[in-house]
């Protein structure tokens, strides 16, 4: 897996400078690529200037405050809001008038844990949901799809017990179980992009393990995921960049590898309470006792 | 009713999530049912339940209503419901009845009733998908709407269909094939087809999704109208096809009673048969069987004895016990 900080040794991510000149490019190719991104609701600007970008195999953590515009920015990528101004780009080509079934046909693909599973079918039903393997005639080539359902519980999915079989109703998983298994069917459906909108609200601590361990898998298939969550601790631990939002700016990019978790925690608490915040990298690498500051949005 | 205990503790709390027990716990218990059922009317009046004639007259009798809740299982499946099949059949045998006397082809009369129920199913997709009319509200108006218009287009007439005898169709449909009606052999067939297309096609497959979860059905890009609209198709065809059955067994098509009696018993047996009202889970096998229990009631209670009053009471208890049956056995095993 290629390591997010190897390739580059240079720019501190500083908030107080411009953003896009700023931020480390990411390794590999860019999957997924955002310019100057700007939406407003009624009046209410509710992204300004926004770059985002998201490479292969890689996954970006986003987090911000309620209202941040973490979902109007996810539904900007998947499709559902076209923005005001600026560009989208998915591997290098320039994409407009995005809808959702465009952003599926591209390879995004959202995971919703609850609203996208049938409880009372079959755990095989599920993954081929919408996509069944069939003959010409729209028959269902059923043992086909049970063994491949059987063999991503097996590989990917981690379901090793003998009580879960692929005749198994999706009623009788957990909620990291579900998330996973909607996480497995993307990957199965080479979703390049996929997005976990809250993923791990409503899960155990142990739930929320799972989870993260399907998420790591996204990143050895070489997809590429956005994590978007308000939980520092669940994004840090899988992410390679967290990509901080603060009322509709992005108000910094932070490869994990190169700030711990205390570190931004420190910076979101300052951004939430005075709107800015200093990079304690900056402070690392020049030994200044006073920072540099995020002027508010 | 005994014998579902046996059952959950035969499969105890570690293997509940097993596939067998949780795909089939209910229809097994609803099997059983079936057999209790009947042990108890051949225990209560052998001389009747162990000759060969109240089976014969159950697979001729049976099958009219059977045929509707069989393909009917699917549109509940889906998440909704159609209460216009026996005014179908009514509706298809003008179809019938008026091809057959313009070319005198009773293969004709055939395809026309069909195609007569096909669009009376079409016209209740529509009504749902398009127009966003719940299914319920849509066909009890269909209900009445094609019921009239069958009374208006005839007149109220009646017609003796005694002439189709002599066609070669007549012996298939409603003669007698090693001795049992041949509407038995149909309800078979027409069983193991919309079997096959409720578990074995992707029609079957989205509708399972649409009943279950619509909004996933939505996410997933599965063509929820498409497929909706295509099994009212089907029940308008297959009970267009019961009502040809029926009509031509009697040799008469009566436009103002038939297929009037088949309303309660069909959704009975589709709800007998384990089919949840809200749709997503579904069985074609519990259907029959259910279809069965109730066609058999109504013998059964005259034969062991009883006075034809208690037949409301029975009904309502066999359907209220065997629903129980799912209900408890569904959550102990899939939860």
Redesign the interface.
């Known amino acids: 897996m290629p390591e997010p900080e190897a390739a580059t040794p240079d720019v501190p991510t500083l908030a107080a400078l411009e953003p896009a000149s700023v931020a480390a490019p990411p390794p590999g190719a860019l999957r997924l690529e955002l310019h100057g991104v700007s939406k407003s609701f009624g009046g209410v600007r509710v992204l300004s200037d926004v770059d985002f970008r998201v490479a292969a195999g890689e996954v970006v953590g986003l987090l911000g405050d309620n209202g941040a515009g973490k979902s109007t920015l996810i539904k900007i990528i998947t499709g559902v809001h076209q923005p005001d101004a600026g560009e989208m780009f998915f591997d290098g080509q320039k994409v407009a008038g995005l809808t959702v079934?465009g952003a599926?046909a591209l390879g995004i693909e959202?995971v919703?844990q609850e609203?996208?599973?049938?409880?009372?079918?079959?755990l095989w039903?599920n993954i081929?949901?919408?996509?069944?393997v069939?003959s010409r005639f729209?028959?269902?080539r059923?043992s086909q799809m049970r063994k491949v359902t059987s063999d991503l519980m097996g590989e990917s999915m981690g379901f090793t017990s003998a009580?879960?079989?692929?005749?198994?109703?999706v009623?009788?998983l957990s909620g990291g179980e579900r998330q996973g298994l909607a996480i497995v069917r993307a990957l199965h459906f080479e979703a390049d992009v996929i997005i976990l909108d809250e993923p791990t609200m409503g899960l155990s601590l142990k739930e929320t393990d799972k989870l993260l361990r399907f998420v790591a898998g996204i990143r050895q298939a070489k997809k590429s995921a956005i994590f978007i969550d308000h939980n520092i601790f669940h994004v840090y631990s899988v992410a390679d960049r967290i990509v901080l939002l603060d009322r509709g700016r992005v108000a910094g990019e932070f490869p994990t590898a190169r700030y711990t978790l205390e570190e931004l925690m420190g910076i979101m608490r300052e951004l939430a309470e005075s709107g800015r915040f200093s990079d304690p990298e900056r402070l690392r690498a020049t030994g200044q006792a006073s920072a540099p500051a995020q002027p508010p949005a | 009713m005994s014998s579902t205990p046996t059952a959950t503790e035969t499969a105890k709390r570690p293997t509940a999530r097993a596939s067998f027990a949780s795909s089939w716990a209910s229809q097994i218990g609803i099997t059983a049912a079936f057999f209790l059922l009947w042990g108890t009317f051949i225990g209560a009046a052998p001389g009747t339940f162990l000759k060969q004639d109240i089976y014969l007259s159950f697979a001729q009798t049976t099958p009219y209503f059977a045929i509707a809740a069989v393909t009917l299982t699917m549109v509940i499946v889906a998440g909704d419901i159609d209460l216009s099949f026996g005014s179908i059949m009514a509706l298809g045998m003008v179809g019938f009845v008026w091809t057959w006397e313009a070319t005198g082809s009773t293969e004709l009369g055939v395809v026309a009733a069909l195609g007569v129920g096909g669009l009376a199913g079409l016209f209740n997709g529509l009504m749902v998908t398009l127009v966003g009319i719940p299914s319920l509200v849509v066909t009890i108006g269909t209900q009445f709407l094609f019921r009239g218009l069958t009374l208006v287009l005839v007149g109220g007439r009646q017609f003796p269909l005694v002439e189709t005898r002599d066609s070669t169709i007549y012996g298939l449909l409603a003669g007698k094939l090693a001795g049992i009606p041949t509407e038995f052999y149909w309800l078979v067939l027409i069983s193991i087809a919309t079997w096959v297309i409720l578990n074995r096609h992707r029609i079957g497959q989205n509708a399972y999704v649409i009943g279950d979860n619509r909004q996933a059905a939505q996410l997933m890009g599965i063509p929820i109208r498409r497929t909706r609209v295509l099994l009212f198709v089907l029940v308008g065809l297959a009970a267009a096809f019961a009502g040809l059955l029926s009509s031509l067994r009697v040799v008469n098509f009566y436009p103002g009673a038939l297929g009037s009696g088949f309303f309660l018993p069909a959704l009975a047996a589709v709800f007998v048969g384990g089919t949840s009202v809200f749709g997503g889970r579904g069985s074609v096998w519990g259907t029959f069987i259910g279809a069965f229990m109730i066609g058999g009631i109504s013998a059964g209670i005259v034969a062991a004895g009883l006075t034809d009053y208690w037949t409301g009471f029975i009904y309502g208890a066999i359907i209220l016990i065997s629903v129980s049956i799912h209900a408890v056995l569904q959550r102990r095993f899939e939860r």
């Open positions: 079934p599926r959202t919703f609203r996208a599973l049938a409880d009372q079918l079959p039903r081929f949901m919408g996509r069944p069939v729209g028959f269902l059923v009580a879960l079989t692929p005749n198994t109703h009623a009788g």
